[in-house]
Every structure is written in C-alpha cells, then in structure tokens.
C-alpha cells in the first residue's frame, strides 16, 4: 500500500470535499457508533496481531469502533441521500459499480487488524481527516515490517493490492486508527488495468 504524493485531481476532490463539509455540519451524534472506544490501542497493537488465529480468521475486521455509512440500522435517514449521491458520483468518476465500504470513525475509532482475504483485489482508499490526526497501518507480506502511513490534513488516497487467502506472498494484514473524526471511502478493483487507470485518474490534472 502507497499514498499517492501530489494531491488529488480537483475533478475527484470536486465530488468528495463538498461531502465532508456536509458531513461534519451535520449531528453525528444521531449516527449509533458500534464498537469499544476504550479497546483502540490493543486491536491495532502489534499483540493483538501475533494472538490472530490465522487459519480461521475470516478476512473481514473481527473488531471495530466507527460504522459503515452503507448500514442502514445505524445511519440516520436524513443522511443517506447525500451518502448515496456522493457514492453514485464516485462509481461514475472512476468507472465502478460499487464502492467495498463507507466508514466513518469517531474520535478514538479504528478498525482492528485483518487481511480482506476473502475479497482479494486491487484497492483505492479516500481518507479525510481535519488535522491529519490518524494513521493507516500494515504488515509487509514478504518482509513482515509493521509499516504506519499516518495521515495528513483533508483527503489523501492510498493504493496497493489485498491478496487471497491462496496468495501467502500477498494476503495484506492492515488495520486503521483515528484520533479524531475520519471518512475512508473504499473501493475493490478486481482487474489490475482498470485500476492502474482509476490510479491514474486519481492525480493527473
């Protein structure tokens, strides 16, 4: 997984930063955040990681603090409009059908380590934070490094390849933190050109 340096394409931005501004004028606390706040440290913690049962782990995150904006049971109705308006805007830009996820986190949020191998691709990350106050992190597949990609104010992307169960070179332990409010808009590409194309939309001006 890599950032892409330079900034964003202002077609990309266009559609995503009216998003977030509208999103955090409005009354998050009607959102019903799942998870333990107080239990961030330990699941994105390098213990957390060695103690996974690997063979069993089902490839999504097995635990959280922060929701999916997709779940219907916990995101308010008055939000879902623009949530599905930005989502259509955003399959439309980069030629997809659907995005993999929509999660926002709280301050003290994250997603605990896992690998996503039970849906293998190629990724595109969005990321938005304030201030720049959280990280994304992963466990190279060959060399086994913890490597941490923090943040930086406003919307940044990340790209890189989650392997399958099937791929031992290539199966992506990954897990997020968040310090304050973060968005993250995800998307899956199951063919290596399309999204070496949806890479190249995402920076080129």
């Known amino acids: 997984m890599k950032v892409i340096e330079g900034g964003l394409n202002q077609e990309v931005l266009d ?3 009216p998003f977030s501004n509208w999103f955090f004028n409005q009354n998050r606390s009607l959102i019903k955040i799942k998870g333990d706040r107080d239990e961030g440290e330990y699941y994105t913690s390098n213990e957390y990681l060695e103690s996974i049962n690997r063979e069993k782990h089902v490839g999504f995150p097995e635990v959280s603090h922060g929701i999916d904006l997709s779940d219907t049971e916990v995101t308010p109705l008055s939000f879902r409009d623009d949530i599905n308006k930005t989502t ?9 059908k659907f995005n993999a996820v929509k999660m926002y986190y709280p301050a003290g949020g994250y997603m605990g380590w896992h690998n996503n191998h039970n849906v293998p691709g190629y990724n595109i990350l969005l990321s938005y934070t304030q201030n720049g106050d959280g990280w994304f992190r992963y466990q190279d597949p ?17 790209v890189g390849y989650y392997g399958s169960k099937e791929e031992d070179d290539k199966v992506y332990w990954h897990c997020a933190r968040a310090y304050e409010e973060r968005l993250t808009f995800g998307f899956v590409v199951p063919d290596e050109d399309m999204w070496e194309m949806m890479c190249e939309d995402l920076y080129s001006q």
């Open 142 to 158: 060959l060399s086994k490094e913890i490597v941490t990609l923090y943040d930086t104010p406003g919307w940044t992307a990340k």
């Open 88 to 96: 259509a805007d955003l399959n439309t830009f980069f030629g997809t």
């Open 15 to 17: 559609i995503i930063e």
